[in-house]
């Protein structure tokens, strides 16, 4: 099957404490690796405030994965997501090539600063 | 003193553009909730595209791009005073 490329965002519960939310992470990220995924690139957002509450909480970490995998393994990780009770909410999304340009400019700190540039003259 | 309407000094109508066409935008990122804020109203509702000027094109990207940061809870579904 072909290899696509995902970003998934999922919300951890904020009554953890950091070492269980690194375990969870670290849970996640080793099941993609296992099923054959290639995870290049991680990032924790930390404690932020929703937007509105879920499961009673109004705060969750974020984190996020940006992944090369096969589609069947979305079925699996996005089963895994939803058995665990840690997670709040999750979305995983594929990227095209616009959207997989857009990331590495974002990861280079150069996409959001040229962005917020042209919409300041707009 | 005459009856004549005075001329108005109104700015120069100026045409709407689709500012991701006029600034190359190819993504809409939905993990941006700032700059989503601009295709919003006060109460969280995305604007119709005959007041942005949004090409349609973009504004599918754009209204996809509000629900995936509504369900990440980076948006709001509803709102009061938003902005």
Avoid at chain 1, 11 to 22: A, D, H, Y
Avoid at chain 1, 41 to 56: C, F, N, T
Avoid at chain 2, 70 to 83: E, N
Wanted: aromatic letters at 10%.
């Amino acid at each position: 099957m072909k290899v696509k490329n995902y970003e998934a965002v999922f919300i951890i519960s904020p009554v953890l404490s950091e070492e269980q939310i690194k375990e969870a992470v670290d849970k996640f990220s080793s099941l993609l690796k296992d099923s054959g995924a290639d995870v290049y690139h991680s990032e924790d957002w930390g404690l932020r405030k929703l937007a509105y509450p879920i499961e009673k909480k109004s705060t969750g970490f974020y984190q996020l994965f940006e992944f090369k995998a096969s589609p069947e393994v979305i079925a699996k990780f996005e089963l895994e997501l939803k058995r665990d009770e840690r997670v709040l909410r999750f979305l995983t999304v594929s990227l095209d090539k616009y959207g997989v340009e857009y990331n590495e400019r974002r990861r280079n700190g150069l996409g959001k600063k040229s962005e917020t540039k042209t919409e300041e003259v707009a | 003193m005459t009856l004549m309407n005075e001329p108005v000094n109104r700015q120069e109508n100026r045409k709407k553009y689709c500012r991701f066409q006029k600034h190359r935008i190819k993504y809409v990122d939905y993990k941006d909730p700032d700059f989503l804020l601009k295709f919003l109203n006060e109460q969280g509702k995305i604007l119709p595209r005959r007041i942005t000027g949004t090409s349609l094109k973009f504004q599918k990207r754009v209204a996809k791009a509000v629900k995936r940061a509504r369900q990440i809870a980076l948006l709001p579904y509803v709102a009061d005073g938003l902005k």
